[in-house]
T-cell receptor, first 112, second 113 residues
Framework: TQLLEQSPQFLSIQEGENLTVYCNSS?????LQWYRQEPGEGPVLLVT?????EVKKLKRLTFQFGDARKDSSLHITAAQPGDTGLYLC????????????FGSGTRLLVRP | KAGVTQTPRYLIKTRGQQVTLSCSPI?????VSWYQQTPGQGLQFLFE???????NKGNFPGRFSGRQFSNSRSEMNVSTLELGDSALYLC????????????FGQGTRLTVV
């Protein structure tokens, strides 16, 4: 069974602080995606990483795919209240491009 | 470009009833995936369709079924509803497959009483 472990589960920080969210697995994924979900809404795609070691930046967000394509991290610099939400990682298994395995999510609260 | 549309947004059903949820993908997208989201289990994959064919299915009982029409619109059906089926049901639209990118609808919130 392919699992994606996300940590931490909850994070409450002050505006301006930095944070990192981790997504780990013992399985290899062909790609990994990060989403943000707000209450009552569907997840919104932030980024897709495909190559081992790949780093992508989206304004204050930095995403990294592990060299072995088993793990990923999301780093937010100078967090803002607008970053509050549920962050989800999702991996596409090597044996199937037709589904995504989701992590359990990290609930982030950025206090003003 | 219109996003993914799911209808209805909210639904309340009684145990034992059946329900049909609808998803209209982004124009031009041919892959539609369905997920169940609950507080305890998170997002779990139900099934994926491409050009009216189911290409993958998750570990859900046979009460959960789906289909896709020639215009790529998709429906999922849950029969003999149980209390544990209460969840947010999400549909995701992809051009060819979800492994590169998937765009989600707002979901249908199903409550079984």
């Amino acid at each position: 069974t392919q699992l994606l472990e996300q940590s931490p589960q909850f994070l409450s920080i002050q505006e301006g602080e930095n944070l990192t969210v981790y997504c780990n697995s013992s399985s290899v994924f062909s790609s990994l995606q990060w989403y943000r979900q707000e209450p009552g809404e569907g997840p919104v795609l932030l980024v897709t990483v495909v190559t081992g070691g790949e780093v992508k930046k989206l304004k204050r967000l930095t995403f990294q795919f592990g060299d072995a394509r088993k793990d990923s991290s999301l780093h937010i610099t100078a967090a803002q209240p607008g970053d509050t939400g549920l962050y989800l990682c999702a991996g596409a298994p090597m044996d199937s491009s037709y589904k995504l395995i989701f992590g359990s999510g990290t609930r982030l609260l950025v206090r003003p | 470009k219109a996003g993914v549309t799911q209808t209805p947004r909210y639904l309340i059903k009684t145990r034992g009833q059946q329900v049909t949820l609808s998803c209209s993908p982004i124009s031009g997208h041919r892959s539609v995936s369905w997920y169940q989201q609950t507080p305890g289990q998170g997002l779990q994959f139900l099934f994926e369709y491409f050009s009216e064919t189911q290409r993958n299915k998750g570990n859900f009982p046979g009460r959960f079924s789906g289909r896709q029409f020639s215009n790529s619109r998709s429906e999922m059906n849950v029969s003999t509803l149980e209390l544990g089926d209460s969840a947010l049901y999400l549909c995701a639209s992809s051009l060819r497959a979800p492994n590169t990118e998937a765009f989600f609808g707002q979901g249908t919130r199903l409550t079984v009483v």
